[in-house]
């Protein structure tokens, strides 16, 4: 049988040149439900699609505010988002208190793709199995980040990662025309529309598994669940019928 | 932060009694064998700057401070930048130890570094807000802070006062101050070290509150900085004529290291009293018409040399403060009389030195000056806290002439060194 014998450990390169163990945890982003992040000139937005593991559990919490002018959203394994947003939340206040200042979003992103980088190159670690989406607003103005397990962070204009996020990341680039000068609304709409599109036929975006965070200039950053999305939900969707639908669901 | 660096983060010995220093290393006055010594880290500053002065205008912020590093009160190091800029929008100013601001210096590098890696140091003048990403003086001034309040909680205080002047995130004007005990203040206008007691005032006088600073332009604020730093060399022995003046806007930080003090005047040393041999006129007269001592009432203040000129013909000044109220008296009656002025001054001492009695009769006329006081004189010979210091060949100072008999008023005075505080003076109609 054929048997790899690359990807016992992350800091041994296969004669192609890879790194099995890292694209491993990439793969480990790709089992995660889609989550999308676009910004404007004003405002930043996760939207995320929630899952849930049985009919009669919760769902598994996708966005994470982090400091007060930004927030993530995970695609992945929830465990290590789970780490790397508790390190993100000490570096967010370790800012605050020592300099009085919001931490940049440029800043805290290589901050953890440094991390995310070491645990790569280090006999006996792992990568992290999560991709982040940072988003919120700054000093410079409004900001989104991906984050992968390979310690790769990029500055993106909109961005999906997660199951199916190709669909989104289609309707993304569509549109990425209208959202430099799109409203607080518009944004939050696109990012809804774009979420809509990775979905599978069956499934419809509810209060339930859907999750939104907002950041904007002079705004912070707030996440909304449950009835708070209800109208951005059925505004968005309004022309299809089953979305109406779906709404009834809930109660 | 007063002028004492030594003192600075001490208990007062006025409040708390001494400092009981036997821990301490027997250089620093420790009773104890070194082995069963605790750690003791800096317990003071060796090479020292003085003040820092810093004034806020209405687009930005002047500071100051001199070049000089002291070695106690030898002038050590002459050429101490003591004024550290940082990212554009920030000057520290370091008064107290030398070798902590190298230290807090290099801490400062080094976060410089670190900020341009994080991609928040961009050209102030870069479109994607580089400007506003750069680190404010208000964020810096936190930082150095936090440093100062962690060095003093471990004992091994970084012995400065340091001034943090600069823009903020939103290119308002900064300033604030923080020092070895990680204390924090800001003001429109602050000063360290000596500069906390003298030109503090001064730079209140310009700018009294924050809404002040609206009404003051760049120039003004460099002007009163200049002028503050001359009065510190005036009076600060601590203190150089060249120094570092940084001035913080919209345009960035202009530093300049090599300035020197111009237009220096030091007339007003002459009329510093209180140190040394002292100089008394005791009265003072209109030599274009010499007056009767009712006429001479007319310039005279209700209290002091008026009541001292009543019909008494003896009177006893119980201790020198007295002495002094007649002499301010008639410093005040003269600055009423019309100018020019010549003036006479005339004594009559009678002495009793221990050496059995004396008498001098000095009369004395100044050229006409404005500046009578400076130099009118009995020789040094009398003066309020150096009692008795009357000689009985005094010298009639070669500058001055003898004019005559006194008419108006005559004091006479009797110093007598078996009771040293007491002063006799007779007026003589």
């Known amino acids: 049988m054929f048997r790899n014998n690359y990807d016992n450990d992350s800091v041994t390169f296969s004669p192609q040149g890879r790194i099995f163990q890292v694209e491993y945890a990439q793969e480990a ?34 966005i994470i505010p ?31 208190l020592t300099y009085d200042r919001p931490i940049l979003l440029s800043e805290i992103t290589s901050r953890i793709g440094d991390r995310a980088q070491t645990n790569t190159q280090q006999y006996g670690k792992r990568p992290y199995g999560v991709g982040l989406l940072i988003a919120g607003v700054d000093a410079k103005g409004p900001h989104l980040f991906e984050f992968q397990p390979s310690g790769v962070t990029h500055e993106m204009m909109a961005c999906g990662i997660g199951a199916r996020s190709q669909m989104a990341r289609t309707y993304l680039e569509r549109n990425l025309d209208e959202f430099q000068g799109a409203s607080r609304e518009e944004l939050i ?21 859907t999750s939104l965070g907002v950041g904007g200039v002079e705004e912070d950053f707030q996440m909304y669940e449950g009835q708070d999305i209800a109208s951005w939900l059925e505004t968005t969707f309004e022309n299809k019928p089953e979305g109406g639908e779906a709404m009834e669901t809930d109660s | 932060m007063n002028h004492l660096p030594h003192a600075w983060g001490r208990p007062r010995d006025d409040v708390y009694g001494h400092y009981n220093p036997s821990y301490l290393p027997t250089s620093l006055g420790g009773t104890q064998h070194i082995s069963s010594m605790p750690t003791s880290h800096t317990q003071s500053p060796i090479v020292t700057g003085t003040s820092v002065i810093a004034i806020k205008f209405k687009t930005g912020i002047v500071i100051a401070a001199d070049n000089l590093a002291s070695y106690g009160s030898l002038a050590r190091f002459t050429d101490v930048k003591r ?17 902590d601001m190298q230290y807090i210096d290099r801490l400062l590098m080094s976060l410089d570094v670190q900020q341009n890696y994080a991609g928040s140091a961009k050209e102030m003048d870069e479109e994607d807000g580089g400007s506003k990403a750069l680190m404010g003086a208000n964020n810096l001034h936190t930082y150095l802070s936090k440093v100062m309040y962690k060095r003093r909680s471990d004992f091994n205080p970084l012995w400065n006062a340091l001034l943090v002047a600069g823009l903020d995130e939103k290119d308002a004007p900064f300033l604030a101050s923080a020092d070895l005990l990680g204390t924090t203040y800001s003001a429109p206008t602050l000063a360290t070290g000596f500069g906390a007691h003298l030109a503090q005032p001064l730079l209140r006088n310009v700018v009294p509150d924050e809404k002040a600073v609206e009404g003051i332009t760049r120039e003004k604020a460099v002007e009163t900085v200049r002028e503050c730093m001359k009065v510190l060399f005036y009076r600060d022995a601590r ?14 930080v202009e530093l300049k290291t090599d300035e020197k003090l111009e237009n220096q005047s030091w007339a007003f040393a002459e009329t510093i009293r209180g140190y ?41 000044a119980t201790d020198p403060g007295e002495f002094r109220d007649i002499y301010l008296a008639a410093a005040q009656a003269v600055e009423r009389m019309p100018k020019p002025r010549q003036l006479e001054i005339s004594f009559d001492l009678q002495v009793d030195a221990g050496m059995g009695q004396g008498e001098h009769e000095f009369s004395y006329a100044q050229g006409a000056t404005e500046s009578w006081y400076q130099e009118s004189s009995v020789d040094s010979k009398v003066g309020w ?45």
């Open chain 1, 189 to 209: 709409k696109h990012a809804l529309r774009a979420l809509k599109d990775s979905l599978s036929q069956d499934k419809e975006l509810t209060i339930d598994n």
């Open chain 1, 29 to 62: 982003v790709k089992q995660g439900s889609v989550v999308v992040g676009i910004v404007s000139k004003t405002h930043a937005v996760l939207a995320a699609l929630k899952r849930n593991a049985e009919e009669l559990s919760s769902y598994q919490k996708k």
């Open chain 2, 239 to 252: 203190s150089m004529p060249e120094y570092s003046i940084a001035v913080i806007d919209g345009s960035g």
């Open chain 2, 83 to 99: 004024l550290k800029p940082f990212n554009k929008k920030c000057v520290v100013g370091f008064g107290g130890d030398v070798s």
């Open chain 2, 276 to 316: 040394g041999t002292q100089t008394v006129p005791v009265f003072v007269e209109d030599q274009d018409q010499i007056r009767t001592l009712d006429e001479m009432r007319e310039y005279l203040p209700e209290d002091g040399l008026s009541a001292a000129m009543d019909d008494h013909p003896f009177r006893t």
């Open chain 1, 66 to 96: 982090i400091d007060t002018h930004y927030g993530v959203a995970l695609a992945g394994l929830a465990s290590d988002a789970r780490v790397l947003s508790n390190l993100m939340k000490q570096q967010s206040l370790a800012s605050r």
């Open chain 2, 385 to 429: 806290g150096m009692f008795p210091t009357v000689e009985m060949d005094d010298q009639v100072p070669k500058a001055w002439k003898k004019v005559g008999e006194v008419k108006g008023a005559t004091i006479e005075l009797y110093l007598s060194e078996q009771n040293e505080h007491y002063i006799n003076y007779r007026l003589i109609h």
